[in-house]
Every structure is written in structure tokens, then in C-alpha cells.
């Protein structure tokens, strides 16, 4: 793919844009995501590790620009990593995006973000066979490291394309091996010199819509296949450093100890506790142990909090109760305790035009219900709500269960979700 940014080919200035035939070349829904399967599927857990800038990550590159190009789409890579499908001419202005992310958590499921980008082909196809004129641009994006799984910040391309994440900062995050964002963009073939804010770019797109597997089960019980997005929860990740002392575990009586690891395991307890109390959730799912053997105690825990509610003042209550809990336990231990914020997004209440003229579009299909819910989880389509109108479409998740293997959605459901992206641009984009 080469280095940094690439210029798309650009399309018609004036008049309407019909959709072109995707020719024998084209895939159906079905077909992309059997391709699209196999891609960094770990053989013994079943789950995914499409992590950023790594081999993985390359083919799933590979295989956007190869979807893009069989469908005579134009297509280029901004300065930040992230993939476009262009339909029209960029430079147009007013464009409908869609789209969401390839990457995974560590051993994650298929259809948290590939569900996004593969209905997006899936549905520039549903217009093509419909011979769809339309006034506006269309495009499909693939954002990098939406889930932030290999250098510990979640959506990277999108914040650094809506200037959410400085330069200099990006510059500063590293994976558990100590690699550099850079030196990963570098050794993937990608100039990490020209990352930063892109606002030239998002002045061209008038509405992203992202459509993405539920991580939830609200459709599963009301019976609904697709649903719309309301708003996503205020959220953020929290580091707690307990630093006790190292020593024998077999020599070392326990009232001598000071052992980090006792405060880290009443912390974590102490999290589940205060999310109950306040309808909210709190989950410490990643620990680093230090000097992490066996028979030695810990001198360092350090655990990673995420925590999310419904509302800010909630979750500012549960994350002040956590860190006040294990400020008392690391002190009964002897332990000492640094607390470090490492990222945070506030509520975003996604765009009441663009979400209610989604409503609108597919409200023209009596059979087709469309409830409005919130979510707990965080989207590129949330970070770039400051910067342009964006809304998203949820696909029905039968069980609820996400960033696992068993994540899952049924084909008909999938189907239905494609259907309506596909009203939805359409309607957009003929305006």
C-alpha cells in the first residue's frame, strides 16, 4: 500500500453519481465475510488478534483496498492509517460515510467492526442493483485501532483525525514490547511523520453513519433486528499502580508482608460493589504483575479499570468510590498507590437530525421497527460527533456477548442490517 497518504480519483463534479456495477469481480455479504473470516483467528482460542500494524492487521488492509478496487471505488489511505472507499468525487464536499474498524480485542469476536465495514460493500451493492442516482458523495472507512488493543488507547485513527489525540502523544504510546506508535506505523510501511488533525478531510463529510453489532441485548429481548443509536455512555480507562515489596514467598511471614497484590484483589472487588450500587459497570480486566514469578511476592500490580454509566455524575461516583477503597486497602497493607487517568470520552449524544432522519428512512418500511437505545460502548462514530453529524445502526446480537468468540449474529439479521444501511445512504445521498 505504501507510505502515507494517497490521492483517490476523482469523479464527477456536477450532476448525479450512479452507482457502478461492481462487475465479476464483486462479492456479496456472504462471500466478504468468508473471505474476511479466517483473518487473524487465533487456532486454539477461536477468537480474533487483528491488532494494529501487525501482520494481521496488513491483510485486513489488503482485503479493503481489494473490495474497494473490484468495485471501481477510488481509494486511499489518509495521513493517520485509515482506509477509504470513495464513490463520487471527494472534493465535492457533503459526503455520506460509512463504515467502522477491522481490528479486534485480544482474542476477540468476527463482528464487532468488520460487521460495520462489510455491510458497507454489502450495501454500496444493494444500491448498485438498484441503480441508485445519487446528488452526494458516498464513502466506506476502515479506522485504525479502533479498540486500542496493542497500544492501550482506543480509537486512534479517529482521534487523531479529529484532533483528539496530539501528535506528540501518539508519538509516546507503546505496546507491551516496547515498540513505539511510529516505529509499528514505520515497520507497516506507513509514514508516521504526517499523523495529526485532518480537518479538511471532515469538512468534506456531511454525515458518518456506522452500523455495528449490538454489544448488548435490548434488540434480543423487545424482537427487533436493527435498532438506532440514542447515545453512548460517558466512559474511560483508569490505571491503578499498587507498589508494595518484593520478597520470598516461602520465607516471608505474612504479617511482614507488604503485598500489592491483596490491595489490587479488594480493589477489584470493591469495583463490582460500587457499580452495583450506582447501575452502572465497572470491569478490571488487564493486570501486569511485577516481578511476576511464582514463588516471589509482588513489588507492582497494576491493574487497568474501565469503568461506564449511563450518565457522568453516576460514573464520577463509582470511580471516586473505587479509588477511595483501595487508597484504605493499600494503606492497611503498607502498600503505596498512584491512580492515573489514561483516557476518558463524555456522553455523547449522537446528532437529533441525522438520527431522526435515519428514523424517518426506515420508518418507510411498515414491516422494519426501529427503537432508539443507548450503549456502553465506544464507537470512531462517537469521537468524530464533535467534529461532523454522526449516527449509528445496530445489528441484533442474539446472546448480548461481545469482545469474546461467541460473539454472533444471524445471517438474516446481518441481512436486514444491510438492508436498511443501504435506505439509509440512499436516502442520505439523494438529497
Not at 134 to 157: K, M
Not at 271 to 282: D, K, Q, S, T
Not at 354 to 376: F, Q, S, Y
Request: a negative charge.
Amino acid at each position: 500500500m505504501g507510505t502515507g497518504a494517497s490521492a483517490p480519483t476523482a469523479g464527477p463534479t456536477a450532476g448525479p453519481t450512479v452507482v457502478p456495477d461492481a462487475g465479476p469481480t464483486g462479492t456479496s455479504f456472504h462471500d466478504m465475510w468468508r473471505e474476511l473470516l479466517p483473518i487473524g483467528r487465533h487456532p486454539d482460542s477461536g477468537g480474533y488478534r487483528r491488532f494494529a500494524w501487525t501482520a494481521a492487521d496488513a491483510e485486513c488492509r489488503a482485503w479493503f483496498e481489494e473490495q474497494a478496487r473490484s468495485r471501481g471505488l477510488a481509494y486511499e489511505v489518509d495521513r493517520n492509517g485509515n482506509q477509504w472507499a470513495w464513490l463520487g468525487d471527494p472534493a465535492q464536499g457533503d459526503a455520506v460515510v460509512s463504515g467502522s474498524h477491522l481490528d479486534s480485542v485480544p482474542d476477540g469476536g468476527a463482528f464487532d467492526g468488520p460487521l460495520g465495514v462489510v455491510s458497507s460493500f454489502a450495501a454500496l451493492d444493494v444500491l448498485r442493483s438498484r441503480n441508485a442516482q445519487l446528488s452526494r458523495p458516498i464513502a466506506i472507512v476502515n479506522f485504525g485501532d479502533e479498540e486500542g488493543a496493542r497500544f492501550g488507547l482506543a480509537c486512534v485513527g479517529s482521534r487523531l483525525t479529529a484532533g483528539q489525540l496530539t501528535v506528540e502523544q501518539a508519538h509516546r504510546l507503546t505496546d507491551g514490547d516496547g515498540i513505539t506508535l511510529p516505529q509499528a506505523m514505520e515497520s507497516a510501511g506507513y509514514d508516521p511523520d504526517i499523523i495529526g488533525p485532518d480537518p479538511e478531510r471532515l469538512a468534506r463529510i456531511g454525515a458518518f453513519v456506522e452500523l455495528h453489532v449490538e454489544q448488548g441485548r435490548a434488540l434480543d429481548l423487545s424482537g427487533d433486528r436493527v435498532g438506532i443509536a440514542s447515545a453512548i455512555w460517558p466512559h474511560g480507562r483508569w490505571r491503578f499502580d499498587f507498589r508494595g515489596e518484593a520478597n520470598h514467598a516461602g520465607t516471608t511471614r505474612l504479617v511482614d508482608r507488604r503485598d500489592p497484590m491483596l490491595s489490587y484483589a479488594e480493589t477489584v472487588l470493591a469495583a463490582r460493589r460500587e457499580a452495583e450500587l450506582a447501575g452502572a459497570v465497572a470491569t478490571f480486566g488487564k493486570i501486569s504483575v511485577e516481578p511476576n514469578g511464582v514463588n516471589a511476592i509482588p513489588s507492582l500490580v497494576r491493574g487497568w479499570l474501565d469503568s461506564r454509566a449511563a450518565g457522568q455524575e453516576t460514573l464520577d461516583t463509582v470511580v471516586t468510590g473505587i479509588e477511595k477503597a483501595a487508597r484504605e486497602y493499600a494503606a492497611a497493607h503498607g502498600v503505596d498507590l498512584d491512580v492515573v487517568r489514561e483516557s476518558f470520552t463524555p456522553v455523547v449524544e449522537f446528532d437529533h437530525a441525522l438520527r431522526d432522519e435515519l428514523a424517518r428512512i426506515l420508518g418507510n418500511d411498515t414491516d422494519l421497527k426501529v427503537p432508539v437505545l443507548g450503549t456502553g460502548a465506544g464507537h470512531d462514530a462517537g469521537i468524530l460527533s464533535g467534529s461532523i453529524p454522526t449516527a449509528m445502526l445496530f445489528v441484533r446480537n442474539p446472546t448480548g456477548v461481545s469482545h469474546s468468540p461467541a460473539e454472533s449474529a444471524a445471517e438474516d439479521d446481518c441481512v436486514a442490517g444491510v438492508s436498511a444501511l443501504a435506505d439509509v445512504l440512499e436516502g442520505l445521498a439523494r438529497r
